[in-house]
């Protein structure tokens, strides 16, 4: 709470620029949601919920009448959702050094996790040491579930490369190591080669398209400039290579045995029961009671089923209709965002873009797994979508190349003359 009035006060103090506010926006829609779940309404407006009605009435039960089925884990849902929101704040109102400060420590603490799981992994089964003792953590660190180390070392991966794009463009100018970038490289290189190790099938067919385009839009890689750059060309290729070995080893991993059977039929069986809780959801927190009363005979397991392993299959059972609005809203600003950055360049453009990567490699993920359900991975995401729309709103727009060429040739002439 400190953190985000703290944020509030500085936005308000120094004005919201246009990407910011935008944000803002989508952000208090989202806050908005579990809010009006909390809304008494007519429990008969669904045929789910028509059905409910009736079987709590025969039972002598009056139906509760909130919008969620689950009010006190609605509730729960939106003091969950304020360290994102927080984070997210203060991210945009940071300045352009403050933010390259931010996604270092990022980078540097998803790097630490990495470090840690190999202490985790290294010692006895039997271990007082290990942080989690009831069940066998993985390669995960810090996080319980190896699927979201592997993205948050694609956040690191990518974060990397656009802290390369931007120390690259400060040693043009002299304000950083001429090398500086080739160490962020290699620290992309690292977390790269950390994604198998979490066994994660999705998070390997996710960390190469990620690097694609980290690489391509902080304008680390340039198609125009690969024949004519033997760095250029060299990076290429080595791409290329991890693109081949990559590809190959997430066709073995993605075959399909009976846990990936079940995690379709859970997200088959969450769309199914979220259009019989149309148009309002179930209500967010909701999932587990629901799905267990709406589950196919082969979902029917030993242990409760806590996820959706889909999160758009598991926000439309939550939210209905009006989640589905939010989250339309949301993509369009980052498809906004994705424009923007093809006609902006710079520094900021460079940062802006990395986030931009880390933030498309969490949603894509999120189509199998449930990242934005862990508050660690939720409030990184907040943040560096706070860093990317201030980023956005300081980057400068791309010329042309004849455009550059003018204003060279201007600038040279007004020199001469002032000499």
């Given at each position: 709470m400190p953190v985000l009035l703290l944020a509030v006060v500085v936005l308000v103090e120094d004005g919201v620029s246009g990407p910011v506010g935008w944000g803002v926006a989508a952000a208090a829609l989202v806050l908005?949601?579990?809010?009006?779940?909390?809304?008494?309404?007519d429990v008969a407006i669904s045929p789910a919920r028509q059905s409910l009605r009736a079987d709590l009435a025969s039972a002598g039960v009056e139906a509760a009448p909130y919008w969620s089925l689950a009010p006190f884990a609605t509730e729960q849902g939106l003091w969950a959702l304020l360290p994102a929101v927080a984070v997210f704040l203060a991210a945009a109102g940071l300045g352009m050094p403050q933010r390259r400060h931010l996604l270092q420590a990022i980078v540097l603490l998803?790097?630490?996790?990495?470090?840690?799981?190999?202490?985790?992994?290294?010692?006895?089964?039997?271990?007082?040491?290990?942080?989690?003792?009831?069940?066998?953590?993985?390669?995960?660190?810090?996080?319980?579930?190896?699927?979201?180390?592997?993205?948050?070392?694609?956040?690191?991966?990518?974060?990397?490369?656009?802290?390369?794009?931007?120390?690259?463009?400060?040693?043009?100018?002299?304000?950083?190591?001429?090398?500086?970038?080739?160490?962020?490289?290699?620290?992309?290189?690292?977390?790269?080669?950390?994604?198998?190790?979490?066994?994660?099938?999705?998070?390997?067919?996710?960390a190469l398209p990620a690097l694609a385009l980290a690489l391509w839009s902080t304008g680390m890689l340039r198609l125009r400039e690969i024949g004519r750059s033997r760095r250029s060309a060299l990076l290429a290729a080595g791409v290329a290579v991890l693109a081949v070995v990559g590809v190959r080893a997430a066709m073995g991993w993605m075959a399909v045995d009976q846990a990936e059977e079940l995690r379709h039929l859970m997200a088959a069986a969450t769309l199914k029961a979220g259009q019989a809780q149309a148009p309002l959801g179930a209500g967010i927190g909701a999932f587990v009671p629901v799905f267990a009363q709406a589950a196919p005979p082969q979902l029917q397991l030993a242990s409760y089923v806590n996820h959706a392993h889909n999160e758009y299959a598991?926000?439309?059972?939550?939210?209905?209709?009006?989640?589905?609005?939010?989250?339309?809203?949301?993509?369009?600003?980052?498809?906004?965002?994705?424009?923007?950055?093809?006609?902006?360049?710079?520094?900021?453009?460079?940062?802006?873009?990395?986030?931009?990567?880390?933030?498309?490699?969490?949603?894509?993920?999120?189509?199998?797994?449930?990242?934005?359900?862990?508050?660690?991975?939720?409030?990184?995401?907040?943040?560096?979508?706070?860093?990317?729309?201030?980023?956005?709103?300081?980057?400068?727009?791309?010329?042309?190349?004849?455009?550059?060429?003018?204003a060279m040739q201007g600038s040279d002439g007004t020199r001469e003359r002032a000499g």
């Open positions: 908005l949601l579990p809010i009006l779940q909390l809304l008494p309404v998803l790097a630490t996790n990495v470090l840690f799981a190999f202490f985790q992994a290294g010692l006895p089964r039997d271990s007082a040491l290990h942080l989690y003792q009831d069940f066998d953590a993985g390669f995960g660190g810090l996080l319980a579930n190896t699927n979201h180390q592997a993205t948050a070392c694609i956040i690191g991966m990518v974060l990397a490369v656009g802290l390369a794009a931007e120390a690259r463009l400060r040693a043009r100018r002299g304000q950083a190591h001429p090398h500086r970038h080739w160490w962020y490289l290699g620290l992309a290189g690292f977390f790269l080669l950390m994604v198998p190790l979490s066994t994660s099938r999705a998070g390997m067919a996710i598991q926000w439309w059972l939550a939210t209905g209709w009006a989640g589905m609005a939010v989250l339309a809203l949301v993509l369009g600003l980052l498809a906004v965002c994705a424009w923007r950055l093809v006609r902006s360049e710079g520094r900021s453009a460079a940062l802006a873009a990395g986030c931009f990567a880390a933030i498309c490699a969490v949603l894509a993920h999120s189509w199998a797994d449930y990242p934005l359900r862990t508050l660690a991975l939720m409030a990184t995401s907040g943040a560096l979508a706070g860093l990317m729309l201030a980023s956005l709103a300081d980057a400068r727009p791309r010329s042309s190349r004849r455009e550059g060429a003018a």
